[in-house]
């Protein structure tokens, strides 16, 4: 299972570093990153979402709590969603949006019922919007947040204590 959550955080993790190289910036988000990419290469982003989705959605429905497995189910269902709207809209759109709130909502909510203490990191983002000149990124951090989350509950919950038990 840590080779599946491992593989994820590659995959994002090369998709966002190439996407910022191409730029010669940290993006605004993540989702605007497919804009960087001419129409016919734009599928990459959507494969890079499904697959990262994909990927941890096996892990999170052995390592989190019975009671809270639909918040994963519903967290990569907005990944996958966020994921296809390119592929049916020109520019950033209302799906897109509803879907990524949803994604990011749900992501923390799963944090939050499981492993209540990794939500301290929020701190973080809250010094750095504090002491941030250009906050035109604020929204890329907050994206980079919930997946370092997610990745982290991925990666201890079940050894630590804390959150809903699993039955």
């Not at 959507?46 to 390592?63: A, Q, S, Y």
Request: hydrophobic fraction near 60%; proline fraction near 3%; charged fraction near 10%.
């Amino acid at each position: 299972m840590i080779g599946l959550v491992l593989s994820a955080m590659i995959v994002i993790a090369l998709y966002v570093g190439a996407m910022a190289y191409v730029s010669k910036q940290i993006p605004e988000s993540i989702s605007q990153t497919v804009f960087l990419l001419p129409r016919k290469g734009q599928w990459a982003f959507t494969i890079v979402m499904w697959l990262v989705g994909f990927l941890l959605l096996p892990v999170l429905l052995e390592k989190v709590s019975e009671q809270t497995q639909f918040l994963a189910f519903l967290m990569v269902a907005g990944i996958g969603f966020v994921g296809a709207a390119p592929l049916v809209a020109k520019e950033k759109n209302t799906i897109h949006y509803v879907f990524a709130a949803i994604a990011g909502i749900a992501s923390q909510l799963l944090v939050a019922l499981n492993q209540p203490l990794l939500l301290l990191t929020w701190f973080l983002y809250i010094g750095y919007t504090l002491v941030a000149k250009d906050v035109s990124r604020n929204l890329f951090w907050v994206e980079v947040l919930c997946m370092l989350n997610i990745f982290a509950l991925c990666l201890i919950c079940g050894s630590v204590a804390g959150g809903l038990t699993r039955q």
